[in-house]
């Protein structure tokens, strides 16, 4: 038997190998009786305090179904909660997406909060719920309708046929439950996937809609209308929560950050901005550089954001706490063309940046040196879109000159160049998984290939040919375009949105949600 002090910690104390703990009858009191070999999770109040090294605190993940052990991650007190959750993601190898903890009956949701201020101690428990959707492969087309497959043997479960013109994207809800998509119809629908059928439809008057996603809980959708505004709408009965206005010219995407509470934009007048998912309310301008904002991403937990303009170097900016405004963090420089698109890996560790030339540079997202970087070559041309496997190991890249190539990361090698479409890839991503990838074409096929060794599993064939009539931005009209039986616009697998590639300047086939 030991007895502790709870005086001035605040929780019960509990250790690996303690069979029960309970509260002395004076509040401050514990008992506890230890039995090799038995393993009793932390309470949810406390957990085991290492009273020789409070530096540093071992947090045990346990899976929330089966109660079996993840992972235990070593971290500082002062450490935020995202880092706790990286390593989860990293251990069950998913998407940070795909990544919910709790602390007793809590849910640890601000990934700025620090592991101090939520209550984790050393030795304490939480609870990790990983989200490991089916293999259902959702591609959207310029022929107006969007596709639900199965991965296993390339069957078409649903065709969602509600629009008049191209659908620009689509997107799976964060449950998989339902999809959104967006036309050039001016609508975006929003699609129960039990019985196909149209729950809302969010209509702003709008002639053309670029992108729309789901916030992370799955409540709000954010949209990109083709003019100077972004617009969130109530998912479940389709009211128009805000309209973000401010900037000056065409909104060129917009997304959510990872918590939720925040969003951004990037426009064609050179900015990107942050808004109150709230109140719709601007909270910070960051000037991007160049003729337009080609890049504004967020890095997976919401602390760190990517953005680049129409010039050679991308700004990485950084969120020091909740409230707090985002200040430039880094200046990336170094290539020799213009910046084209980039991407954060899932942990967040490091990032990919490319440029028209088709260079592309992996560099860690904390302060490096020029031996941490590495510069991949294989491309000839512009570089259109960038994906990393959910462990980081492997990355995929897509490119106007041809075929896409599968890299390592370790080393910065090609492992295979993806041959078999037969026309440009328009977009690509990893099974949530990582198992495979998927590409999606203008030759109007969606296909599947083993990430171990890029060999060719099946393709997915639709009806339609190709999309590639959209002109640059400046040059679209303000008008409802012909519907066309002409090309697979994008592809993705739920939890694991599409990063859409475009031609040079065509926006409206890039989607807004996280890789």
Request: with cysteine; hydrophobic share 40%.
């Amino acid at each position: 038997q030991r007895l502790w002090s709870l005086a001035g910690w605040g929780g019960a104390v509990q250790s690996e190998g303690f069979r029960a703990v309970e509260r002395g009858q004076d509040g401050n009191k514990t008992v506890s009786s230890k039995e090799a070999n038995i393993r009793q999770r932390p309470v949810a109040c406390g957990g085991l305090f290492n009273f020789e090294d409070l530096s540093v605190l071992t947090v045990f993940v346990y899976k929330a179904l089966t109660g079996e052990r993840l992972t235990e991650v070593r971290l500082q007190p002062s450490d935020p909660v995202s880092r706790l959750q990286q390593a989860t993601a990293q251990a069950a190898h998913v998407g940070l997406q795909r990544v919910s903890l709790l602390f007793g009956s809590r849910p640890l949701v601000d990934g700025l909060a620090t592991l101090a201020s939520v209550g984790l101690s050393d030795g304490a428990g939480v609870d990790a719920v990983v989200t490991v959707p089916g293999r259902l492969v959702l591609t959207s087309s310029a022929d107006g309708t969007a596709r639900l497959w199965r991965a296993e043997d390339g069957t078409c479960l649903q065709t969602i046929d509600g629009h008049e013109y191209l659908v620009t994207s689509a997107c799976f809800s964060p449950d998989g439950s339902a999809v959104a998509t967006a036309s050039l119809d001016g609508l975006v629908k929003v699609w129960r996937l039990e019985d196909s059928s149209c729950t809302c439809i969010l209509d702003g008057q709008d002639y053309q809609v670029l992108s729309a996603s789901f916030s992370p809980d799955g409540c709000r959708i954010i949209t990109a209308p083709l003019d100077e505004t972004a617009k969130i709408w109530c998912a479940r009965d389709g009211a128009c929560l805000a309209t973000l206005r401010g900037h000056r010219d065409v909104v060129l995407a917009a997304r959510f950050a990872p918590d939720g509470q925040t969003a951004v934009t990037r426009s064609a007048d050179g900015t990107s901005k942050i808004w109150s998912v709230s109140d719709g309310q601007c909270l910070q301008t960051l000037w991007c550089g160049g003729v337009e904002a080609r890049l504004a991403i967020f890095s997976p937990d919401g602390v760190m954001l990517l953005t680049s303009g129409s010039h050679q170097t991308a700004l990485l900016w950084r969120c020091e706490g909740p409230g707090s405004c985002f200040t430039l963090a880094r200046t990336l420089s170094g290539h020799e063309a213009e910046v084209s698109c980039g991407a954060f890996s899932p942990c967040g560790g490091f990032m990919a940046i490319a440029a028209v030339n088709g260079a592309i540079k992996i560099c860690p997202v904390g302060e490096a040196t020029g031996q941490d970087e590495q510069v991949l070559h294989g491309h000839a041309s512009r570089v259109t879109g960038l994906a990393f496997s959910p462990d980081a190991a492997l990355m995929v890249s897509t490119a106007s000159d041809g075929p896409p190539r599968l890299w390592s990361t370790k080393d910065g090698t090609c492992v295979c160049a993806l041959e078999g479409h037969d026309g440009e890839v328009h977009s690509v991503t990893f099974s949530p998984d990582g198992s495979m990838v998927l590409t999606s074409s203008a030759d109007g096929t969606a296909r599947l290939w083993f990430a171990e060794d890029g060999s060719f599993v099946r393709a997915l064939v639709a009806t339609a040919a190709v999309c590639s009539q959209l002109a640059s931005r400046r040059d679209w009209p303000l008008r409802k375009p012909p519907k066309t039986d002409r090309g697979l616009a994008s592809a993705a697998c739920p939890g694991c949105p599409l990063r859409s590639a475009h031609r040079p300047g065509c926006e409206a086939l890039k989607s807004s949600a996280e890789p």
